[in-house]
């Protein structure tokens, strides 16, 4: 039962997992992966602490300014593909065109979600590692009740940038959190019905 409700706390943080970088960029490890991500973090800093861009009104302008920085720092695609494993094979162009850019959104809506729950936690980078192309960079986060929270961003270097493709909160990994989901939703009933359900979803906050 512990198990469980820890999972559950682990997915609530993944839902708004970049912003929760982006609370406060303590003294970091420097580095070509973390400076890339700590770059993307203050400037979602700036946008959402904006007061010009405060409010339901601006809620979609704010939308499109932290697609925008990360758009810069997520390869959306990688993410994707490995969400959907082996029924990315198959797909047409079309088709993964608008995955890639439903996930995106469903990821963005989650972030925007996490902001007003911002409170003061604190966040510190406190390892990276390199392998070739590949890299990961490790964070706590420092709560109120003091609880160290650990949270590793896993990135790969395509043409020359870093991106990040995918996320885990203490051990847990979005992607293969949504690869579940999404496998589940495809066998039970169809590919086209996930599409659909992700429109829905999209479409609710629009």
């Known amino acids: 039962m512990i198990e469980k409700y820890r999972i559950r706390y682990c997915l609530s943080l993944l839902s708004g997992g970049f912003l929760w970088m982006a609370l406060l960029a303590a003294p970091c490890l420097g580095g070509a992966p973390t400076d890339g991500i700590?770059?993307?973090?203050?400037?979602?800093?700036?946008?959402?602490?904006?007061?010009?861009?405060k409010g339901p009104e601006?809620?979609?302008k704010r939308g499109q300014?932290?697609?925008?920085?990360?758009?810069?720092?997520?390869?959306?695609?990688?993410?994707?593909?490995?969400?959907?494993?082996?029924?990315?094979?198959?797909?047409t162009e079309a088709e993964k065109k608008e995955f890639i850019e439903l996930?995106?959104?469903?990821?963005?809506?989650?972030?925007?979600?996490?902001?007003?729950?911002?409170?003061?936690?604190?966040?510190?980078?406190?390892?990276?590692?390199?392998?070739?192309?590949?890299?990961?960079?490790?964070?706590?986060?420092?709560?109120?009740?003091?609880?160290?929270?650990?949270?590793?961003?896993?990135?790969?270097?395509?043409n020359g940038d870093w991106r990040v493709y995918d996320?885990?909160?203490?051990?847990?990994s979005l992607v293969n959190n949504y690869r579940k989901q999404f496998n589940s939703i495809i066998l039970?009933?169809?590919?086209?019905?996930?599409?659909a359900k992700l429109r829905e979803k999209v479409a609710e906050k629009d």
Not at 65 to 91: C, K, Y
Not at 188 to 195: M, P, Q
């Open 38 to 53: 700590k770059k993307t973090t203050d400037r979602i800093l700036v946008i959402v602490s904006d007061p010009a861009l």
């Open 65 to 91: 300014l932290i697609r925008q920085a990360v758009d810069e720092q997520f390869n959306w695609e990688a993410m994707t593909q490995r969400s959907l494993a082996r029924h990315w094979r198959g797909r």
């Open 188 to 195: 039970r009933s169809s590919y086209d019905d996930l599409v």
């Open 103 to 158: 996930f995106g959104k469903l990821l963005e809506r989650a972030y925007l979600d996490k902001v007003g729950s911002y409170s003061g936690e604190k966040v510190i980078y406190v390892g990276e590692t390199i392998d070739g192309k590949y890299g990961t960079v490790t964070a706590k986060i420092l709560t109120h009740s003091r609880t160290e929270v650990e949270v590793r961003y896993r990135l790969k270097k395509t």
């Open 167 to 172: 996320i885990s909160v203490e051990g847990v």
């Open 58 to 60: 601006n809620l979609k």
